[in-house]
Each structure stands twice: as C-alpha cells, then as structure tokens.
C-alpha cells in the first residue's frame, strides 16, 4: 500500500475525521488488521484563518506548497489537502510537488454524476461558495450545475463553521437552520447536496437532510484510499 500524505489542522476536528475515514476505508477494503500507511502534517489553523479573512491566498499558497513538499521528503507517494476551503490554492500545492494531489471536489463530482444528479447544492465556508475555484472545477471537470444559499443563508453558514464546528460546538439551532437552508436549495431545484467543508458532516448526517448528501471528507478519503491500494 501506498503512503497517503495528508495536509491537516484545518480544523484539527475535521482532520481527526480524515483519520478516522481512512483507516475504516483501508480495513474494509483489505480486512484484518490493515489500516493506512499515512502521514498528517498539522497546521496551526489561527494564522491560516486569519490570512483568509485577510485575502492573502498567495501567503497561504506558500504555507500549503511547504506542507506537501515536507509530506513528500517524509515519504508521501500522495498528497490530500483535509480542508474544501484551501484547495483555494491548490495550484501551488501540485507545482511544489513530484508525486500526485488529489483534489478534493473530483471524486464528490465522480459520484455525483454516477448518481445521475446535474444540479447541486453546495454548503461550505464564504470562500468555497463565493468564489469560483470550487464550483468552476464541478462545472468544468464534471458538468455539474451548482448552487449556492442566498446571500442571509451563506452568512449563517459561514458563521457556523468558524464559529461553532471548528471549536466542536454541535448543536441542534444550528442543525435547523443548515437543514432551511438544505430545504431552500431543493425548493430552487438541486437535487442534492454537497457538504463543502469538512466540518458539516459533524452537524449534518443523511437522516438530517431532504437532498441526499455527498460528504466531501468522507469521498475524498475513500478515493485516496482505493489509489494507495491500487496504484502498483
């Protein structure tokens, strides 16, 4: 098996999520007592959110592109970004690096087209859903027809990710209003939706929610786990 290189701390949560996700992948693909040949590299997430709100993506390009080549001088024959948010600077992450980076809205839009859904909704940070960087890679890689909460929906959501999941609050006012807005994006027409960042799945489950739900986390884990386990 091949060893996946993972850039975490963002949040520390959702890391420990991409931990969890990858080792219950890799013993229910190979059974017994495997698990995955992993290394995490964690961030210290307060100067990273504080050079989002600040825009300075160029500096956060920097800090991801010497992760992934610490990762690859570690032993790494993959590199996964654990956050939707920072895939913002994803170019700079596979420019520093030899060895292949798995971004992560390819396989959520595999298995949404195998699901045979054209249009989606999408949850996620201000960054993820306001910018193009996300949606344009779903519309040009994969066809899909993405939407976004309106403009009072975004903002609760954006809030309840930094506010609340980041420090793992969970609760269940905020659970309502995710599944409003969930319900206001099938009312518009999508026929599911994307949890677009990786802490959302630890306020929404499927039995939460009126589209079915594609989990990020969880999709990007499963597919860096069938490349380490398939890639000869």
Not at 7 to 21: F, H, Q, V
Request: hydrophobic content about 40%; charged content about 25%; glycine content about 8%.
């Amino acid at each position: 098996m091949k060893t996946i290189g993972v850039i975490g701390g963002m949040s520390w949560e959702s890391s420990a999520e991409y931990y969890k996700l990858l080792n219950r992948h890799a013993k229910a693909r190979l059974g017994g007592h495997h698990n995955a040949r992993s290394l995490m590299l964690t961030v210290d997430f307060a100067p990273v959110e504080a050079l989002q709100r600040a825009g300075d993506w160029s500096a956060l390009g920097e800090q991801m592109a010497d992760a992934a080549r610490r990762l690859e001088r570690g032993g790494a024959d993959l590199v996964m970004l654990a956050t939707n948010t920072m895939h913002r600077v994803y170019e700079s992450i596979e420019q520093a690096i030899e060895v292949p980076f798995l971004h992560i809205a390819d396989p959520t839009g595999e298995a949404l087209r195998a699901a045979g859904i054209e249009r989606v909704g999408l949850l996620g940070t201000r960054y993820t859903m306001e910018q193009t960087f996300y949606t344009g890679r779903l519309r040009e890689r994969h066809g899909l027809d993405t939407l976004v909460p309106d403009e009072a929906g975004r903002a609760y959501v954006h809030r309840i990710i930094y506010d609340e999941l980041c420090h793992g609050k969970i609760t269940d006012d905020s659970r309502e209003v995710y599944q409003r807005v969930i319900e206001d994006l099938a009312a518009r027409g999508a026929q599911a939706v994307i949890l677009g960042c990786t802490e959302i799945t630890l306020l929404i489950k499927p039995e939460d929610s009126v589209l079915p739900v594609f989990d990020t986390t969880a999709l990007h884990a499963q597919a860096a786990v069938e490349w380490a386990v398939e890639v000869k």
